[in-house]
């Protein structure tokens, strides 16, 4: 089992609507958790970082269970713009792991 | 936020040949850099952690003779890929964390493409 797994999709979503995913961690040592958007040929850039009491950016809010590992971020009103891949990103230790991603289309 | 520059950003060698990749972090000191490699359509793959003054830290499968890397500054680390091969054609990103009250946020820089004939 690896140790961050996401849903890779593709989710297509009509613009508009909203729409989650989540991401699950194995290993309950996992320590910092985080969303990056990622465009395609583009690197990473930081969304959001993800908090215990759940933290919200505008249309973007994510949540972390730590009873059930794993962590969720919804995009409500969704933007074409918003069109990309979504890395959960789990920090332990000294490692940082990636999920593979999921990736969304948003449809006019 | 924080940036972090890379360069080059794009490079076309010849097979056999050597290629240096640089990563900077402009506004604040990394003490810790990260290096991954991304193929096609597939997620990033940690290949390494370079540590200031010391020897960088490799994943398991990543030949350390090969893809050399040097963390000589605290705002500086460098990739070498030697003798590079077109199995090495990738997307190569750096990352450097930011300590914050926190917790450390990574920070990536704008990757290179580098693709060997």
């Known amino acids: 089992r690896k140790e961050v797994e996401q849903d890779p999709g593709p989710f297509n979503v009509p613009e508009g609507a909203t729409v989650a995913f989540n991401c699950t961690y194995s290993?309950?040592?996992?320590?910092?958790f985080f969303w990056y958007r990622q465009d395609c040929r583009k690197e990473p850039k930081l969304l959001m970082s993800?908090?215990?009491s759940g933290n919200e950016d505008g249309r973007f809010t994510a949540q972390l269970n730590r009873a059930s590992q794993y962590i969720s971020l919804l995009i409500r009103d969704s933007k074409l713009s918003d069109s990309a891949t979504y890395l959960c990103?789990?920090?332990?230790?000294?490692?940082?792991?990636f999920g593979k991603g999921t990736r969304l289309h948003i449809l006019p | 936020g924080a940036v972090v520059s890379q360069h080059p950003s794009r490079v076309i060698c010849k097979s056999g040949t050597s290629v240096k990749i640089e990563c900077r972090s402009l506004?604040?000191?990394?003490?810790?850099m990260f290096w991954y490699r991304q193929f096609p359509k597939q997620s990033l793959m940690l290949m390494a952690t370079?540590?200031?003054?010391?020897?960088?830290?490799?994943e398991q499968g990543v030949e350390k003779d090969k893809f050399l890397i040097n963390h000589a500054s605290l705002t500086l680390s460098t990739l070498t890929v030697t003798s590079a091969h077109p199995e090495d054609s990738s997307f190569y990103i750096c990352?450097?964390?930011?300590?914050?009250?926190?917790?450390?946020?990574?920070?990536f820089g704008p990757g290179t493409r580098l693709t060997v004939l």
């Open positions: 990352s450097a964390g930011r300590t914050g009250p926190t917790t450390d946020t990574q920070y």
């Open positions: 290993n309950s040592a996992s320590q910092s």
């Open positions: 993800v908090y215990s």
């Open positions: 990103v789990v920090n332990r230790d000294d490692k940082i792991i």
């Open positions: 506004d604040f000191q990394a003490t810790t």
């Open positions: 370079s540590n200031e003054g010391s020897k960088a830290t490799y």
